[in-house]
């Protein structure tokens, strides 16, 4: 059967479905809208093909409906436009646009858009926002969690990276700054939501139960280490804990992540994916691929951008013009939040509340900046149901404090100044002095916790050198099922060769 256009099929399934007969008025033809089973919608386009596919067929149905009531007209009136409606509109494939007789630019200087504002709960000095909008309470014991972790995460950083220093192993990078982000979308999601990492989310990692001894042995490459030593250190993974393996190329996890959302979407399984990016990620290719699937499919994916000022040493200000990285999100049709992620409350808050919109569940919406027509709200509270599953943006703003990783000096291209003007702002100070006022903390607990965690840090390092490296006949497995015949040719030549020239491997490195 030959396809017809668009208006055309989208008129011929509304009065397939009743629509004609049913539909008095907008608020009933959105109503009507969202009570259509997707079964309904396949069996009606069914008869009428789409080169799109049945799925975004259906989507584009829906989508047409609300936006036919957001803006008061009568939603059969597509496939069919009056002369006023023709005069007015131009209807494309891809919606009904509004005509205008005026020449005139939008963004730039001209006419900048509003800048999106940065949610907070929690001031630089730990005391609440007044009437900060908190729809997701922490109560003590979650308080102290997080805390905890945050707590624990800035010393295992701090003593990992002097290990580092000290030559027991080659590369780290810390996430100094940035715990309140890391902890507070970690307390925020549910465990088994897939987390596709860049490489500054260990915390999330800590969250869900990744030892101190795990996160050691990875790090010094030995036999305990599920990569047997194949990843550089900090290229954590653990299938256990829904955390995909990181990849040292920037963005590159950012289309994964929308693949395995939509697979959650296409499998009915209520679950969300997660990706963390940071600021220079997102002037990658990949990035703007991802947010463009993810809208167009409806992908339950959380996108995380830990804006901490910095691509390595590129400031913001030569990375992107614009309204940051949020700027993008309603440009997509995504709906964008722009939150403090030096408040682990702030995030933790965010964070639930896109995972529900993420899922098409009811959220509250305090403090959410929508797409127009997603859905979501302006800057005040109240319930809302979003249309059904679909990415959301969120722009954490933090501070790097520390250095970008081991092999980078910082100070060759900020000020000592500005370093430590961000460092008087810890989130983890931050927080403390928040639950110091509510008295669920005191100094007492404050040393007891940083000087055990020392001390377990230290234990983790020294059981983690005791443990032999990986044998070098593993770097050629794990990659097929049966080893081939070429890589099994490749293995007995290079194992003959160490055998000959007994120097070129590490002596700690066992041959077979």
Known sequence: MRSRGSSAMLAHVVKTIGAFGQVKDTSSATALAFSISCDRIDTSIRFYPCSIGPELWGMSLRRHLHFCSSQGQAAVSVGSPSSSTTDNFLEVPGGRLPYTSQLQFVGGSETPAPTIPCYRTIDSTGQDVPDAHVPYPISQELSLRMYTCMARLQTMDTMFYEAQRQGRFSFYLTCQGEEATNIGSAAGLDNKDMVFAQYREQGVLL??????????????????????????????????????????????????????????????????????????????????????????????????????????????????????????????????????????????????AARARALGMPYNSGGVTSAPGTGGGGLGGGSETSLGPGPVLLECMSYRSGHHSTSDDSTRYRTSEEMRAWRARDPVARFRTWLVRRGWWDEAQEAALRRTTRVQVLEALDAAAQVPKPNLSTLFTDVYDTMPPHLEAQRAQALEFVRRNPSVCPSDVPIE
């Not at 990949?286 to 992908?299: C, K, R, S």
Request: with cysteine; aromatic share 10%; proline share 6%.
């Open 207 to 352: 969250w869900r139960g990744y030892t101190l001894e795990q996160f050691a042995n990875q790090l010094l490459g030995n036999a305990k280490e599920p990569g047997k030593g194949r990843q550089m250190p900090i290229h954590y993974g653990s299938p256990e804990l829904a955390y995909q393996t990181i990849s040292s190329p920037l963005a590159t996890q950012m289309p994964h992540a929308v693949g395995a959302a939509y697979a959650y979407k296409m499998d009915r399984i209520s679950q969300v994916s997660v990706v963390y990016f940071g600021d220079g990620a997102s002037s990658e290719g990949d990035a703007h691929a991802a947010f463009n699937f993810a809208a167009v499919l409806g992908a339950p994916v959380i996108f995380i951008c830990r804006n901490n000022g910095y691509a390595i040493s590129t400031p913001a200000h030569e990375q992107y013009k614009g309204d940051g990285i949020a700027g993008r999100g309603p440009t997509y049709g995504i709906p964008t939040l722009r939150v403090d992620g030096g408040d682990v409350r702030a995030v933790y808050n965010a964070v639930v």
